[in-house]
């Protein structure tokens, strides 16, 4: 039977507030709380809750034979703790089912697998315990940041001890070779590719409400007899954002309908069945391995890293931001911690996009910046102020040693200096109402009543 392989990526980035010059060095407080809290909202009504309720109500209905996988970033976690803890309820109470898979991903969201495989496992590994506390389960299948993926990174990833990843079915990867079997690994075989066909993805993910497409309307029929069109094929991964569901595509558009009918199709359908990566890796065997020695993506037509770091912009932050790692690798500090993570979020590279045309579209429908040149000077403003934090706690040579020590004795006196001044503020409030120093308020109390 043919395999239908159903991924959701779960992800929100931590937004940074307008940050300006002078508020380096004098705020310590970079995130814009009341439009993180908006959007969280927004897509939690609009998307995860009635989409949860929806997969809920499959697996139920279907008795073990509907079945997906999320991947979902530890800043995401992190904020449906903060603004939206029924979502975080709803995808546990998803968990308990036993017909959804969890996989391991970056913490932030991040680009950080570009920048060596230690920071990379440690960040995957902080992830990792996050899916295991929330949903028990330990990720066997890794899904990195945007499906970014090589021979490089695939090799890091089996090396963490993961059977299976996700990438793009590219193109200029796969030439005439189809994206609907399994692959592995070309430095590794023992890690197993999943490859993401691209067209029957972005079908339901970006087409489905569009009525200029010569396909639309989308029905579950026509979908599932474009699954069965080549009899040889494996196995067929859907991988798309989540936010698709109720938000890019919004319930008017009747997504919520097709996904209901179309799991119920799958499942009559005597070729077809619903299969986790991690079943896949397991019952399926690697017909070749795929050879990707330059980085691909799911994002714009390239399928590369443009969308992220293919401007002088993009790349100046990302490289002046792991500057920072191996110090980083000493700081104990939870707040330090949280802000440095929230600076890997990928999100903030995307936005100093400077794609223009069709791809250009899709980055300022994802921009809160009016211009990439904006969102660039923030994020440097912000990462300045960090580096000041940083260098106060860890400094990276002498002079900033002492430059460090001389700003906490700065700071001691300063806070002595302000305990000073109000005590002299008290003293001089009573003399001008004529009051006796504290302690002799009890004897002329005593005096009085004699």
């Known amino acids: ?59 139920k209905k279907h008795q073990g034979e509907f079945k ?49 495989r230690e920071v990379f496992a440690d960040r995957v590994r902080k992830h990792d315990d996050l899916i295991m506390r929330y949903f028990g389960q330990k990720p066997a299948v890794f899904n990195n940041t945007e499906l970014i993926y090589s021979d490089e990174i695939g ?62 309307p989308l029905t579950p029929q026509k979908f599932v007899k474009w699954l069965n069109a080549n009899p040889n094929d494996e196995i067929v991964n859907l991988f798309m954002n989540y936010e698709a569901m109720g938000e890019h595509q919004p319930h008017s558009t009747g997504i919520f309908k097709f996904m209901e009918e179309l799991s119920t199709e799958v499942i009559y359908d005597k070729g077809l069945k619903f299969a986790t990566p991690s079943e896949i890796a397991d019952e399926y065997q690697p017909i070749a391995a795929v050879s990707v020695p330059n980085a691909t993506s799911w ?3 390239e399928r590369d890293l443009t969308a992220w770091l293919g401007n002088e912009m993009q790349q100046e932050a990302f490289n002046k931001l792991y500057e920072l790692q191996d110090r980083m690798g000493r700081v104990r500090d939870e707040a330090l911690i949280k802000d440095w993570d929230a600076l890997q ?25 009016e211009s990439p040149y904006e969102a660039f000077i923030n994020y440097m403003n912000v990462l300045s102020d960090f580096k000041i934090r940083l260098n106060s706690a860890v400094p990276e040579n002498r002079i900033e040693q ?46 009085k009543r004699s």
């Open 299 to 301: 994002a714009d037509e």
């Open 68 to 116: 997906v996988s999320f991947s979902i970033s530890g800043i995401a976690l992190e904020q449906f703790a903060l603004y939206a803890p029924e979502v975080l309820e709803s995808f546990q109470v998803l968990a308990q089912t036993g017909q959804v898979e969890f996989l391991a991903e970056t913490y932030s969201h991040s680009l950080v697998s570009l920048k060596g």
């Open 1 to 59: 039977m043919r395999a239908i392989c159903f991924c959701f990526q779960v992800h929100q980035p931590f937004r940074f507030r307008r940050y300006r010059f002078f508020d380096i060095g004098n705020d310590h407080y970079y995130y814009d709380d009341f439009t993180n809290e908006t959007v969280m909202r927004k897509v939690a009504n609009h998307s995860y809750l009635p989409m949860n309720n929806l997969l809920l109500r499959l697996i």
């Open 155 to 216: 090799a890091a990833v089996a090396s963490m001890g993961y059977k299976a990843m996700l990438a793009e079915g590219a193109k200029h990867v796969l030439g005439w070779k189809s994206p609907n079997y399994l692959y592995c690994n070309a430095i590794n075989p023992r890690l197993k590719v999943l490859m993401r066909n691209f067209r029957l993805s972005d079908d339901i993910a970006f087409r489905f409400s569009n009525t200029s497409w010569n396909e639309y």
């Open 345 to 369: 979020v990928s999100d903030h590279f995307y936005y100093m996009c400077t794609k223009f045309f069709s791809d250009g579209e899709v980055h300022t429908y994802f921009n809160p910046y």
């Open 402 to 447: 002492e430059i460090a020590a001389l700003t906490r004795l700065l700071e001691e006196k300063e806070e002595k200096l302000k305990k000073y001044a109000g005590e002299v503020k008290s003293l001089q409030a009573r003399k001008k109402k004529k009051l006796p120093p504290p302690g002799k308020a009890a004897v002329v109390k005593q005096m």
